[in-house]
């Protein structure tokens, strides 16, 4: 581990480092999530404030960045968690008076659901580096290093994926 500088980091300095390389992909992936740059942006900021609480408990500070992810993810779910809840109660008591129909809304859950069942039905490999690289935001340099793989690799997974989700897509379109 002495050759990873950070490890030997305090929390200032490991958690101000993280920062600077990676809060603008942190943002993307909320975003990606939310649909709501503001709140993704605050999520991300206390999934830092979170990190340097407990930076002092990481067993391993070379996971600190997947530890952050999983933060903003869990952050992420709540927030849609709470919209889900105002968003009803707002509906409840004021309707919109251009909401889409109820077949509209039934036909964009099924189309998502479809989306994510055949991302669920490719193989390990294809279905990680579609996640890492479209929901996770991440290069394929990243991708290769998460999956242990080379980026030669991640590129021909992805490509298959890609392959065999386009009949499925087009028939949704």
């Known amino acids: 581990m002495a050759d990873r500088p950070h490890t030997r980091w305090d929390a200032d300095e490991a958690v101000t480092h993280l920062f ?4 603008r992909p942190m943002v ?4 990606l999530l939310l649909h709501e740059r503001g ?11 979170r990190l340097h609480a407990r930076w002092h408990k990481l067993r391993d500070p070379d996971k600190a960045l997947a530890y952050l992810r999983v933060t903003v993810v869990n ?9 889900k809840v105002v968003d009803a109660h707002l509906a409840a008591s004021h309707p919109p ?7 509209a809304g039934a036909l964009a859950l099924l189309t998502q659901a479809a989306v994510l069942d055949a991302i ?9 580096a579609i996640v890492l690289r479209y929901y996770a935001d991440l290069s394929e340099a ?32």
Not at 75 to 80: E, I, P, Q, T
Not at 151 to 156: D, E, K, N
């Open 142 to 173: 990243e991708i290769a290093e998460a999956m242990g793989v080379s980026r030669g690799a991640v590129m021909s997974h992805a490509a298959r994926a890609v392959a065999a989700l386009r009949p499925i897509l087009e028939r949704l379109a």
């Open 120 to 128: 669920r039905r490719l193989p390990a490999r294809q279905r990680e």
């Open 75 to 83: 952050g992420c779910r709540s927030a849609l968690r709470h919209r």
């Open 97 to 103: 008076p251009d909401a889409p129909s109820a077949e």
């Open 39 to 49: 709140i993704a942006e605050e999520i991300v900021q206390d999934g830092f404030v």
């Open 28 to 31: 993307r992936l909320a975003s």
């Open 20 to 23: 600077g390389a990676h809060y």
